[in-house]
T-cell receptor
Framework: AQSVAQPEDQVNVAEGNPLTVKCTYSVSGNPYLFWYVQYPNRGLQFLLKYITGDNLVKGSYGFEAEFNKSQTSFHLKKPSALVSDSALYFCAVLITGGATNKLIFGTGTLLAVQP | KAGVTQTPRYLIKTRGQQVTLSCSPISGHRSVSWYQQTPGQGLQFLFEYFSETQRNKGNFPGRFSGRQFSNSRSEMNVSTLELGDSALYLC????????????FGSGTQLSVL
């Protein structure tokens, strides 16, 4: 079965420190991987994606993610956290059967950045 | 370019009623999909429409249905509401065939009393 795992329910980090939000996946074939962020009472906002190419993907707001095929991971990183980065982060894999688009999401990781 | 628009933003219904949620995709996008978000089950895929045809469906009971109009706007309907249907319902649009990025609306928060 195709799935995404986010092993940490919450990540706490001090402002200015680097942050990592972990994600591992299990899919057949080549994965299409995404990170989305959700602020309170809002929808999902796209951060970055990996389809093919360089393993290090740069996205919005200074975030980046590293695709590691051997470890089936796609961890989200940022060199210096901001209080405004505090939100719920979702990793997702796109299931592509034919032309369909279906995202399977991880359970989400709440990022709390302390001032 | 306007984003994905969902209406209404909030809904309160009672058990047994039915509800219709609306989604207007980004202009030019032909694919619309729906997701349910709950604290217990997380984000789950409901269904996807492309050019007025449902091309994928998640594991939800038949009480959940949807449709897409010729202008790509979509509606989802939930009949005979249950308490467990209380959730944030998110709509996403994409360019369709070959487009690998989904853009989400702000959602409709449904509360069933």
């Amino acid at each position: 079965a195709q799935s995404v795992a986010q092993p940490e329910d919450q990540v706490n980090v001090a402002e200015g420190n680097p942050l990592t939000v972990k994600c591992t996946y299990s899919v057949s074939g080549n994965p299409y991987l995404f990170w989305y962020v959700q602020y309170p009472n809002r929808g999902l906002q796209f951060l970055l994606k990996y389809i093919t190419g360089d393993n290090l993907v740069k996205g919005s707001y200074g975030f980046e993610a590293e695709f590691n095929k051997s470890q089936t991971s796609f961890h989200l990183k940022k060199p210096s956290a901001l209080v405004s980065d505090s939100a719920l982060y979702f990793c997702a894999v796109l299931i592509t059967g034919g032309a369909t688009n279906k995202l399977i999401f991880g359970t989400g990781t709440l990022l709390a950045v302390q001032p | 370019k306007a984003g994905v628009t969902q209406t209404p933003r909030y809904l309160i219904k009672t058990r047994g009623q039915q509800v219709t949620l609306s989604c207007s995709p980004i202009s030019g996008h032909r694919s619309v999909s729906w997701y349910q978000q709950t604290p217990g089950q997380g984000l789950q895929f409901l269904f996807e429409y492309f050019s007025e045809t449902q091309r994928n469906k998640g594991n939800f009971p038949g009480r959940f249905s949807g449709r897409q109009f010729s202008n790509s706007r979509s509606e989802m309907n939930v009949s005979t509401l249950e308490l467990g249907d209380s959730a944030l319902y998110l709509c996403a649009s994409s360019g369709g065939s070959g487009e690998r990025l989904l853009f989400f609306g702000s959602g409709t928060q449904l509360s069933v009393l």
